[in-house]
């Protein structure tokens, strides 16, 4: 067995071998031990070294812990702890070594003190903290530490101040107090509380306002500070452009069912208004025809003042459902290669009543040949429609409206000039705003003010700009250019006029659930006595008729009682075999409905009203009969 002393002498050989420097005081503050490690360190100290000296060396640019370490009267095994002391020593420069002091009140005279090197702990802990304070930077993440002990001081890091907008190491909560509202500190006071209790709060958002008067929306997320200490510490980041994101998204989504609901409104108003239409311009042109009694010239007038009002307004319902589309963005335009004098024929045999009503002439003013342009052969002819019923409702007794084509640059540029009313400066400046009559409200000629502003916007679709020269008393000229097309095929034979046809044959099965259309049709076909006409008020009568006698073509209404004309149709094609040819006659002008009839199949869209000439002229084309 060891003899006395045994055991100090192997402690003391044990803490002179260990890595850690230790030293001891004697009753005069005088070092009288140092083991190997400290001698190492703390090279330039002799064993005589006082201790201010090591005070000198360990927390010379410290001055309040120099103060602490000096005033450390401690009752006998008290313990002193700091750390991260850089060391320096006397005539030398600042050593990149960083230690961890410990002090121990042996008794009333004597000290021991421990250091330990933590150099390499202090780099690993300094460059974790250099790596996240570039990743929250790079992220935008600032960082915050609210203390609660003494004045509750609140800190930043450099992003949390360029987050509030302010330059950095200013004080965090005057700042806080500037840049945030009153009702929204109290908001985040309410948010602390539970943090400060150790208690999950979740994620705060709220507004502040830099010096230069933005506004931005921050979000921060905190807990208490782990290991003790009463504090919370938390991360902020920008949340605006997110937010705007949001709801920019939002108002779109919002736009977009507006959008929707208003498509949906005109489309129900337009088959409301387009289904009684449908009887009214149906059967003035049958009375203007002479299919029903010979008329006397003023009978002919009173009819074509009906013709001409009910195309006005199929006109008017069209003009409000495009313009919906096209504030949409919607509208769909489909280039083609079309003859001029085709849709100028059509346009003013058209407008021709109104203008001999109203006794204006009408001139067609083009080049000879076959003029071809590329252009949406529908919209284009809806452009000179709606500018040819302008410059007619306009225009004076014995005027004159001439539609004008001459080439220009490879394009043709399609005018048409009136001898009208003109317009003033101030007028053509607001000629383009919607609904706008230019003070013409009484003037007794009707009118919405949607007329131009829609053309316009279908010109510029097509690729072209309406241009407008005017002169008060002078009249008025309106022109555009769209691309000249190569020649192409001679247009399809116009619809012959009205005429009985007797030779035709062939069974036609039309579905049509009002009773005065269905009537309509019945006097559309008169003029067809080959032809056995059958007509269903429902899909289910429809498919009885079909299956007694398979017809050789099909009118549907695309809205029956019971289920779609599209639904009927698929339902004949597929349980009954049906190939039979299919047309289309509905109230429904939407693009979206005229899309999903041509995906199922169909052969023609007609919208009410309905043509008699377009018409017959479709059924004898598909019946396989015209010449």
């Known amino acids: 067995m060891d003899g006395p002393g045994t055991y100090e002498l192997a402690l003391l050989d044990f803490l002179y071998r ?135 001081p609140l800190h930043f890091n450099a992003q949390s101040y360029r987050l509030f907008g302010r330059p950095e190491g200013g004080d965090a909560r005057a700042i806080v107090r500037e840049a945030v509202s009153s009702g ?11 943090l400060r209790d150790g208690r999950e709060a979740g994620t705060v958002e709220f507004e502040i306002r830099w010096r230069d008067g933005q506004t931005r929306r921050l979000a921060a997320k905190g807990r208490q500070r ?29 736009a977009e069912r507006a959008s929707r609901a208003k498509s949906e409104f005109l489309s129900r108003l337009g088959h409301e208004i387009r289904t009684p239409l449908n009887a009214i311009v149906g059967f003035a042109q049958m009375l203007q025809r002479g299919a029903v009694v010979p008329l006397a010239p003023e009978h002919r007038q009173a009819v074509a003042h009906i013709a001409d009002a009910g195309r006005h ?19 769909r335009l489909d280039s083609a290669c079309v003859d001029l004098g085709s849709v100028v024929d059509e346009v003013l045999h058209e407008a021709q009543a109104s203008a001999t009503s109203r006794r204006v002439r009408l001139r067609r003013g083009l080049p000879a040949g076959r003029l071809q342009v590329l252009a949406d052969g529908t919209r284009l002819r809806q452009v000179l429609a709606n500018l040819v019923s302008n410059a007619v409702k306009y225009n004076r007794p014995d005027g004159e409206v001439v539609i004008g084509v001459r080439m220009e640059a490879g394009h043709w540029r399609l005018s048409v000039a009136d001898t009208g009313l003109g317009l003033t400066a101030e007028q053509q400046a607001a000629l383009f705003e919607p609904f706008n009559r230019l003070g013409r409200e009484s003037s ?65 099965l039309a579905v049509e659930d009002n009773p005065v259309n ?55 094609r597929d349980t009954q075999g049906l190939s039979t040819p299919c047309i289309i006659l509905s109230a429904s002008a939407m693009p979206s409905d005229v899309e999903a009839a041509r995906e199922a199949g169909i052969d ?24």
């Open 226 to 254: 782990r290991g003790g200490g009463k504090a919370v510490v938390g991360v902020i980041w920008d949340v605006t452009d997110q937010r705007e994101a949001e709801a920019a998204v939002e108002a779109r989504r919002v």
């Open 604 to 627: 023609l869209y007609l919208t009410k009203p309905l043509d008699v000439d377009r018409l017959l002229h479709a059924v004898d084309t598909l019946l396989g009969t015209i010449a």
């Open 518 to 572: 269905a009537v309509l049709l019945q006097s559309f076909f008169a003029w067809r006595p080959g032809v056995e006409l059958r007509i269903a008020a429902s899909a289910a009568e429809a498919l009885e008729m079909a299956r007694s006698a398979p017809p050789d073509l099909l009118l549907l209404d695309l809205f029956l009682p019971d289920r779609t004309g599209l639904e009927l149709l698929r339902e004949l």
């Open 313 to 331: 307004l199929e006109r008017l319902i069209a003009d409000l459902t495009d313009l919906s589309l096209i504030e949409a963005g919607t509208v």
């Open 18 to 152: 260990a890595p850690v420097a230790m030293l001891q005081t004697d009753g005069d503050g005088r070092v009288e031990l140092m083991t190997p490690r400290a001698a190492q360190l703390l090279r330039p100290l002799a064993h005589n070294a006082s201790l201010d000296n090591l005070f000198d060396v360990l927390a010379p640019t410290m001055p309040a812990l120099r103060q602490e370490l000096a005033a450390f009267n401690g009752a006998r095994g008290t313990v002193f702890e700091g750390r991260r002391l850089t060391l320096r020593l006397p005539g030398t420069p600042p050593r990149d070594q960083v230690l961890a002091l410990g002090l121990l009140k042996i008794d009333d005279d004597r000290l021991a003190a421990w250091l330990v090197d933590v150099t390499s702990d202090e780099h690993e802990r300094l460059a974790l903290a250099e790596h996240l304070a570039l990743a929250t930077e790079a992220a935008g993440i600032g960082t915050f530490e609210l203390r609660f002990d003494g004045h509750a």
């Open 184 to 194: 929204e500190i109290r908001r985040l006071a309410d948010w602390v509380a539970p």
């Open 444 to 508: 007794g000629i009707p009118g919405t003010g949607i007329g131009l502003v829609l053309t316009r916007e279908l010109v510029e679709a097509m690729g072209g700009r309406l241009e407008v020269r005017s002169e008060p008393g002078r009249g008025s000229e309106f022109w555009f250019s769209l691309p000249a097309a190569a020649a192409a095929a001679p247009p399809a034979a116009a619809p012959r006029a009205l005429e009985s046809r007797p030779e035709l044959h062939g069974r036609v």
